[in-house]
């Protein structure tokens, strides 16, 4: 990813904080744009130099908290900082099923890109292409926990995180070709 000037991060900072400040003040299911601009204080067109939608804004913000998932599917999680995450959903988890049922799809590709960010910075061999292992490991990691929100089977985040870290790490090995 390239560099990005200071004041587009500046300004990309204040929309993402923005957004994410309206999802845990407000009860509403859809936070519009208008929303977003009056919180960060910027103008409609600037958002829209942007971000094509709000959806766009969430599927951003939701790479901070996906980061430590995205680590643990490429096989090199942290449980500590996945069960925070876990917690954090589930202390959400409201918003993460409304999430979920609304744009599943787009979380699975945006959680499939970080992984394969992850994986082509190590370098990783693999015995499939890139973006079909991504995807492979993305829906592993998601899976349970999507199932996990939807109340499907009792678990503690500690428990899930140290499944979805042990199985990363599984399934990023098998990935790779044979010694």
């Not at 766009?56 to 643990?72: E, F, G, H, I, K």
């Not at 992850?118 to 292992?133: F, K, S």
């Amino acid at each position: 990813m390239a560099k990005l000037d200071r004041r587009v991060a500046r300004t990309r900072s204040a929309l993402v904080a923005a957004f994410n400040h309206l999802m845990l003040v407000r009860r509403q299911r859809h936070i519009k744009v208008d929303d977003i601009v009056a919180e960060a204080d910027v103008g409609r067109s600037t958002f829209y130099e942007h971000f094509a939608s709000a959806d766009a804004l969430m599927l951003q913000a939701m790479r901070t908290p996906m980061a430590p998932l995205a680590d643990a599917a490429a096989g090199a999680g942290d449980l500590a900082r996945v069960t925070w995450v876990l917690e954090h959903f589930w202390e959400n988890r409201q918003r993460a099923r409304e999430l979920l049922g609304r744009m599943d799809a787009q979380v699975v590709r945006v959680l499939a890109e970080m992984v394969a960010e992850r994986l082509e910075a190590r370098g990783a061999a693999l015995t499939i292409p890139l973006p079909i292992a991504a995807r492979q490991l993305a829906d592993a990691a998601l899976g349970p926990v999507r199932s996990w929100l939807m109340a499907e089977a009792p678990c503690t985040p500690a428990v899930l995180a140290e499944a979805i870290c042990r199985a990363g790490t599984a399934l990023t090995s098998a990935l790779q070709p044979a010694e």
